[in-house]
């Protein structure tokens, strides 16, 4: 672990409050004996309804530390949506900042405020030390459940496990050229989404320094552009639409990181791209992933005249030990530049749709093509439709 390679490096920055990896490793500890204390054990569920700052990634690793899942909870969403994911995530806990406790959903699930005077004091209280005879996490258990809004505008929990982030933390950032000790990474998006993960969970493994902006920073383009020059960002993950309203405000140089560009969630315009592309001051890469694939499964750099080819951007190809098919209605292969529908199969696949079996056994099917001719491989159909370009 990053604590014993390097304790006294920076871990997490947000605000202008700093926690080295040993002094998150300890808070990370105390949440974990708080939440055992409060009944919390291997796969329960935890909402976090948190500012997306130090306090939500100390929050994060003690659930993990306790053995349980976490959901993140945004608390601009309406009541009656938290409520409901509550509900359906048959979460036992949740946990919320200030002011903000009040508006929460109460009644069967208990709400503590983490800056109560008897939270916090409960919380000095307790060790920082590692606990032992803690049983370790196993790869098919449970690390987060994430609601996605879905077609049907019902939300869907995604429970996401720990085999799945193993594989994306020791394959993605190698593929970004990430993971140098004490590289700098910055974080746009709050981690109540998917989309910042890529950043959190690849400094986090590699010893990284993690800076998360908060959407105060974020939203206003001189700020990030005088953040990433100040504190030498050298890797951003970015949704392609808030970092070109930063751009058309300040210019695509100043909101550029040093080192590379990650660019997922949603589609870019060529256009827009080539100028992010052709500014020079970073690789850039396309990152492409439902949540029920674990953050994205398939990345590639957009340099080298492989941007735009045809009018597309091009998704890239598939992460480690994840393999991607593109079938007819039949579900047979179809030849390069044929359009057929994106299916995914491999360790990072989502373990399902929580207490959805039905939507699971939909979206989640078994696939016809398995590795090595052994039975029971699942592959996932995401309903996105794809060619393959003639070189793979």
């Not at 994060?60 to 909870?73: F, N, S």
């Not at 995914?344 to 056994?361: D, E, F, I, S």
Request: some cysteine; overall charge negative; proline content about 5%.
């Amino acid at each position: 672990m990053q604590v014993g390679r390097s304790p006294d490096a920076v871990a997490v920055v947000s605000g202008g409050v700093g926690l080295t990896y040993a002094e998150l490793d300890a808070a990370a500890n105390r949440w974990a004996r708080f939440l055992v204390g409060q009944g919390v054990g291997a796969e329960s569920v935890v909402g976090l309804c948190l500012p997306g700052g130090v306090q939500m990634v100390t929050a994060m690793l003690g659930v993990w530390k306790a053995g349980a899942v976490y959901l993140p909870v945004d608390a601009g969403l309406p009541v009656e949506r938290i409520a409901f994911m509550l509900a359906d995530s048959r979460a036992v806990l949740l946990l919320g900042a200030g002011e903000v406790v009040g508006d929460l959903p109460v009644g069967r699930v208990r709400v503590v405020d983490v800056d109560g005077a008897l939270t916090v004091m409960q919380l000095e209280g307790l060790s920082g030390e590692g606990m032992v005879g803690r049983p370790g996490l196993l790869p098919g258990q449970a690390a987060y459940v994430m609601y996605t809004s879905g077609s049907t505008g019902r939300p869907k929990g995604v429970a996401v496990t720990h085999g799945g982030l193993v594989n994306y933390v020791g394959s993605v950032p190698g593929r970004l050229g990430w993971g140098g000790v004490g590289e700098r990474y910055g974080l746009l998006q709050s981690p109540v989404t998917d989309l910042g993960n890529t950043v959190v969970f690849a400094a986090l493994a590699s010893g990284g320094e993690l800076h998360m902006l908060g959407a105060d920073v974020a939203l206003d383009a001189e700020a990030v552009a005088g953040y990433l020059a100040a504190e030498g960002i050298g890797h951003v993950k970015a949704v392609p639409s808030h970092l070109a309203a930063l751009s058309s405000v300040v210019g695509v140089e100043r909101v550029l990181p040093s080192g590379s560009l990650v660019l997922g969630g949603e589609a870019a315009s060529v256009g827009w791209l080539r100028e992010v592309v052709d500014a020079g001051v970073c690789e850039v890469f396309n990152h492409y992933g439902p949540t029920e694939t674990t953050i994205g499964v398939l990345t590639g750099s957009l340099g080298g005249g492989l941007l735009g080819e045809g009018g597309v951007v091009p998704l890239g190809g598939p992460v480690a030990n994840t393999r991607v098919f593109v079938l007819d209605e039949w579900l047979r292969p179809v030849p390069a530049g044929v359009t057929g529908e994106l299916y995914v199969a491999g360790v990072q696949l989502a373990r399902g749709y929580v207490g959805n079996g039905p939507l699971t056994a939909e979206r989640f099917v078994a696939c016809p093509y398995p590795l090595g001719g052994a039975g029971g491989e699942r592959m996932y159909r995401t309903g996105d439709r794809v060619r393959w370009t003639v070189d793979g």
